[in-house]
């Protein structure tokens, strides 16, 4: 392994409740607007909660024929589109590419649950014979990342993750070591969820892990303030293209962002719960920034998980002050959750896309719905205004059910 191969940002693509291009995401983030709204895909007055970041203008005829969009699930299509642009951005359609070293690793938390619990009732109700001959390929969670490489042809290093909220983050270490173990000079890397169905929706309302704040939705996503009841089920997909910096350098890419670093750990303690002590977190983190060579001073800006639940945020911003002490304090802490929800196998991947455009333009965007900041967390959360930062480097926290941590280490483009 060469550990100075230095893995470089060179394309970004994303589906969000903000928007399907960086730029608009962006854009609405630093305007504080929220994604977040009643549901319009199916009637949720049986549910407990009614909302959610739900994905309602998309349009996938880009990629899908009709036929197709009919046997393909929305996670797929998400990430097939999240994909397909962040390769547009890139340059890498432009040009030629030795394709059996661009590959990818495209993860998904769930996969196709809505398929799949479709095709689940209609087993119980109507028989074997009424299940659907796509419902496994529509299920399963690597089929994102099989669907991409057979529209571009990349023939490299291929597959998933799935390790729920950290499935972005770790898709991008996962597919970072295969540029700096000298495999692959490109991999694609993210993450997509269809969470915004039937069976999420019941069953993270059931587990009593959304708020339930239905009377204003817009104001659900609340991470660090006193009232927050519940993390906002949400869905999307981001993808990032990861370049060998001499690939990208030699094609004349335009360097958007370094990934310098990553580390990764487990709580060994709950199935949903983090550990309060924030001691797996500290590691991750620790191990990032071992990694990345950088100093803590350096980090400016972090993109936390911060979830709006009443126990993990605290105990993230318990860890962040247990690794940085002081330095905390000249710190910008903010989350793009308050604004889009939860998007879970999504989440990490479309948080990545926004800390690189924090960190070339030097806009931090607010989190909103900060009414009463919990005495608890004392940081700054950039409430509910957009700021400004010079920071060259900032990490993004990803956490996911089971106890995975994941932290990231970026610095700027150029």
Request: hydrophobic share 40%; aromatic share 6%.
């Amino acid at each position: 392994m060469d550990k100075h191969r230095e893995v470089v940002i060179t394309g970004m693509g994303l589906a969000s409740p903000l928007g399907h291009t960086p730029e608009t995401f962006f854009d609405n983030l630093l305007a504080g607007r929220s994604g977040v709204s009643n549901i319009t895909r199916f009637d949720t007055s049986a549910y407990a909660v009614h909302f959610a970041g739900e994905i309602k203008e998309f349009d996938g005829s880009e990629w899908f024929d009709a036929k197709e969009i009919g046997r393909t699930s929305r996670y797929i299509q998400y990430i097939v589109h999240a994909a397909m642009k962040a390769v547009e951005y890139s340059g890498l359609n432009k040009g030629k590419l030795d394709v059996t070293r661009a590959g990818m690793v495209l993860g998904s938390g769930m996969g196709g649950i809505e398929v799949f619990t479709e095709n689940a009732g209609a087993l119980e109700t109507k028989g074997p014979k009424r299940v659907s001959p796509f419902f496994i390929p529509m299920a399963i969670t690597n089929m994102g990342s099989g669907m991409v490489a057979m529209r571009l042809g990349w023939r490299g290093p291929n597959w998933s993750v799935s390790s729920a909220c950290a499935t972005g983050n770790h898709a991008f270490a996962s597919a970072a070591d295969q540029i700096r173990l000298g495999r692959a000079d490109v991999m694609l890397a993210g993450g997509s969820e269809e969470a915004v169905c039937a069976a999420s929706l019941a069953g993270f309302a059931n587990m009593r892990a959304l708020s339930r704040r239905n009377d204003d939705p817009a104001t659900a996503s609340r991470p660090f303030d006193s009232d927050r009841d519940g993390f906002v089920l949400g869905e999307g997909a981001g993808v990032l293209v990861l370049e060998a910096r001499e690939h990208a350098e030699r094609r004349g890419a335009k360097i958007l962002g370094i990934l310098r670093g990553y580390g990764n750990s487990c709580d060994a303690y709950h199935m949903s719960a983090p550990l309060e002590s924030g001691e797996g977190v500290c590691q991750a983190i620790e191990a990032a920034l071992k990694e990345a060579g950088v100093a803590k001073s350096e980090i400016g800006v972090v993109n936390a998980h911060a979830t709006s639940t009443p126990l993990g945020d605290v105990a993230e911003v318990k860890a962040l002050g247990k690794v940085f002490g002081d330095h905390l304090k000249s710190m910008k802490v903010h989350s793009t959750k308050s604004m889009t929800g939860h998007l879970l196998g999504g989440a990490s991947a479309i948080e990545a896309i926004a800390l690189v455009m924090t960190l070339n333009s030097g806009d931090v965007h607010p989190t909103i719905n900060v009414v009463s900041q919990d005495p608890e967390i004392q940081i700054d959360c950039v409430p509910n205004k957009r700021a400004r930062t010079s920071a060259r480097f900032g990490i993004s926290n990803s956490f996911g059910f089971g106890g995975h941590n994941s932290c990231i280490v970026i610095e700027r483009g150029g």
